[in-house]
């Protein structure tokens, strides 16, 4: 019997038009857009479908990513596709909670509004980095980064390929010595914070007040957390994973790994842009994997996948 798991991209995989189809066309996605402006009281469907200037600033990009693949993920269920365990990249973890249903919908998208602003104003313009780094395997990037303040990774995204974030010097330094180790390249990433760093702890320090008013519902199915890449029954924990998730290293490809051990064979990528599909095929080239960010490949999928 196949096990699907629903996974969902970070930030920087968003576009403007994102989710205009599924507006267009499920009264379900209508809802989390129009009760989603409601409740941050901004006007998703203009952020998420017009070119603008606010789209790609932190602040709303964390609000809208999350709107989009959480009206999308609606639509498919409605369509018969449904989710044995699920997982998301940094923001896309907030999507893997509520489609498990651990936070209802406006909880998740209220929430990411605010961590959005708090991680966009926790460190000074200009004072740290993020860069990736291609070619070179993660134990050798933890022996290159050991012993250096000021940088860590942020993200192991799959073989061959894992950001390191932090002090925009010590970022930098770094890049060099691992081009020394032997890696392909070293990009520098265009962002505006050193995401997944200790620089973020105010940011998981206000995050953690916002929680103060969230209520976390008993989960559905199992959800696999970033920062330890462990499988997540307990709704009590997602608090605490979620504060550690702002500062701490997001462990993608472990993640898809435990996914793999606990059954997993298809994994289904909601949301805009191909990036965790290409993550997979890196990963294990053994699974099935699908994408739906329009509502003609949700049809598809749905077609020849739904599960009742």
């Not at 651990?102 to 991680?119: E, K, N, Q, W």
């Not at 504060?243 to 997993?264: D, F, K, L, P, Y």
Request: aromatic content about 6%; some cysteine.
């Amino acid at each position: 019997m196949s096990k699907i798991a629903f996974i969902y991209p970070g930030q920087g995989a968003q576009v403007p038009g994102m989710g205009q189809d599924f507006y267009e066309k499920s009264s379900l996605s209508r809802a989390v857009f129009d009760q989603g402006s409601e409740a941050v009281n901004l006007d998703l469907k203009k952020l998420c479908f017009e070119k603008n200037d606010f789209l790609d600033k932190t602040e709303y990009t964390q609000v809208a990513m999350v709107t989009a693949c959480l009206a999308m993920t609606r639509a498919v269920e409605a369509m018969g596709l449904h989710a044995d365990m699920t997982a998301g990249l940094s923001l896309g973890e907030y999507c893997a909670i509520a489609a498990a249903e651990g936070m209802c919908d406006l909880d998740a998208i209220r929430t990411v509004r605010s961590r959005g602003i708090f991680m966009e104003h926790a460190a000074p313009e200009g004072t740290g980095a993020m860069s990736a780094v291609l070619g070179l395997d993660g134990d050798v990037i933890e022996k290159v980064l050991e012993g250096r303040s000021g940088v860590s990774v942020a993200n192991y995204n799959c073989p061959g390929q894992i950001v390191i974030t932090g002090e925009k010097a010590a970022v930098e330094e770094a890049g060099a010595a691992l081009k020394e180790a032997g890696a392909r390249r070293v990009l520098p990433l265009k962002v505006s914070g050193p995401f997944h760093s200790p620089m973020m702890k105010p940011a998981g320090e206000e995050l953690a007040k916002v929680f103060a008013s969230v209520s976390m519902n008993p989960l559905k199915i199992p959800y696999v957390a970033n920062i330890n890449a462990e499988v997540v029954t307990d709704c009590s924990q997602i608090e605490n994973l979620l504060v550690q998730q702002v500062s701490g290293s997001v462990r993608w490809q472990q993640s898809v790994e435990t996914m793999i051990r606990e059954g997993v064979d298809i994994f289904v990528e909601i949301g805009p842009g191909k990036t965790l599909t290409g993550f997979l095929r890196k990963i294990n080239k053994n699974v099935k994997s699908y994408h739906i960010g329009t509502w003609e490949e949700a049809l598809a999928v749905c077609e020849e996948l739904k599960t009742e």
